[in-house]
């Protein structure tokens, strides 16, 4: 989740919101990546999630990384919450989940870089308090109440808003985990193009990346949970945008969308106003409740755009958010994906060819049957497996395009981060086939054998 926005003056027409969003465009030499990911910390002993206060605790994992590695600490009402270095920041899920935030990076070599210098540090600080990190879509085997609550005011307000307008609301906040991409885009129409195949394509993400087959000790039914949460979660600020692929699509149409999502919050002075379900519109006429008289900063609607959780979401960048977090070797993968698709033109075109006939319902169908069957999954005559092949290819032929070296020139381009998923392709079988052979086989249905065998 994100942290606090800055730097935005009053809001003084509403043009400005759509122009917020429209400072993103950028020059193809100027895109970047930035990768980011979630994962559990657990006691050795006890295979609980750490706290936020004690000797093994989420507290003493931050301390650690600031104290021996250089990070800078980031305070809320006098708690460690966060940590940031060289443009990449370290933020609190709502349960404890550690997550990395990557700074922008040019290619793929240096975000995975970045990613194994990350977990190298979290491992270290981690075994010498008697803890580990794992990287799953779903918390296998905790309840609700054994889960910690972090303190962050935002979060507080979320909990229980979440309990009015959906039914797997606060499982997200606190049991689960993903890894996501976020890049750029060159102009409007290039935005429009990308954010179309970033959304009608993010089933494809989720089914291969899909890791979250165990919930509260049990099979759940489901290759990816983590999908599943999101799909009840808040009708309101989730989904698959289906206005995204109408004609005259753009900034202007995602600013009109935003304001109607319900406002969490507002950030003053350190602290969370409780804005929960009121309405920006009513904050761009000065009568928010929360706040009469008062107008928005263009801070305000940073913030509110962070209060959007569709399966890709615009910002001054895009994000790609529907794959579950995983093991060590996906945290590349997912990059080399999206970035194979939509930093090359031909490969975007291409992709956009593997979409654009798919109708909304074929759409959804597909975001359902990728979290229900993983690769296996079907919807409108389309089979993930076959789609994610072909998708797949597009992103290699992208990655050869863009022929980004790497080690110092010895390896040509970027495309060898896709190996985990061209085997999955290969095999049919994802992390959470894997997993759920484990269950049924060595394991003997003991879903915490997983700590064991799947920690970083």
Excluded at 37 to 57: Q, V
Excluded at 115 to 120: D, K, P, S
Excluded at 363 to 371: D, K, P, Q
Aim: net charge negative.
């Amino acid at each position: 989740m994100s942290i606090p926005q800055s730097g935005g003056g009053p809001i003084e027409r509403p043009e400005q919101l759509a122009e917020y969003l429209a400072e993103g465009c950028k020059p193809k030499e100027d895109w970047r990546i930035g990768t980011e990911h979630e994962k559990f910390g657990y006691c050795h002993e006890t295979l609980n999630p750490l706290p936020y206060e004690g000797l093994r605790s989420i507290r003493a994992m931050l301390e650690g990384l600031r104290d021996r590695f250089g990070w800078t600490g980031v305070e809320e009402a006098g708690k460690i919450i966060g940590l940031e270095k060289d443009g990449a920041n370290v933020s609190l899920e709502p349960g404890g989940q550690l997550e990395l935030s990557g700074a922008p990076l040019e290619t793929i070599h240096e975000t995975c870089d970045e990613v194994n210098e990350h977990l190298r540090e979290v491992q270290s600080v981690a075994e010498e308090i008697g803890a580990g990190f794992i990287g799953l879509g779903a918390a296998p085997h905790w309840t609700h109440e054994q889960m910690p609550v972090m303190p962050k005011g935002r979060y507080r307000l979320m909990t229980e808003y979440m309990g009015r307008v959906g039914t797997h609301g606060t499982q997200m906040m606190y049991r689960t985990c993903t890894v996501q991409v976020n890049l750029d885009f060159g102009s409007e129409a290039d935005m429009v193009q990308k954010l179309r195949v970033a959304l009608a394509l993010q089933p494809v993400a989720t089914a291969l990346f899909a890791n979250s087959p165990f919930f509260e000790g049990k099979l759940n039914g489901h290759k990816s949970w983590r999908s599943r949460i999101w799909r009840d979660l808040d009708a309101d600020r989730t989904g698959m945008l289906p206005f995204v692929f109408e004609d005259g699509f753009g900034f202007e149409r995602w600013a009109d969308y935003a304001l109607d999502v319900p406002m969490y919050f507002v950030y003053r002075d350190g602290r969370y106003v409780d804005a929960r379900g009121m309405s920006f519109r009513d904050f761009m006429r000065g009568e928010l409740p929360a706040l009469p008289g008062e107008i928005p900063t263009l801070s305000d609607w940073a913030d509110h755009l962070t209060t959007i959780f569709p399966e890709a979401r615009l910002k001054k960048f895009i994000e790609m958010r529907g794959a579950d977090g995983g093991p060590w070797r996906r945290l590349c993968a997912l990059p080399a994906l999206w970035v194979g698709l939509m930093y090359d033109q031909g490969a975007l075109d291409a992709a956009w060819d593997l979409a654009k006939g798919f109708d909304a319902e074929t759409r959804e169908g597909l975001r359902v049957a990728a979290s229900v069957d993983g690769l296996q999954g079907e919807a409108g005559g389309v089979k993930l497996h076959d789609l994610a092949r072909e998708v797949v290819a597009v992103a290699e032929a992208g990655l050869k395009s863009r022929a980004r070296p790497g080690a110092g020139g010895l390896v040509p381009d970027e495309t060898h981060f896709l190996n985990a998923l061209q085997e999955s392709i290969a095999s049919g079988q994802t992390p959470a086939d894997e997993l759920i052979g484990k269950f049924h086989g060595d394991w003997d249905g003991d879903v915490t054998r997983v700590f064991g065998e799947y920690s970083y």
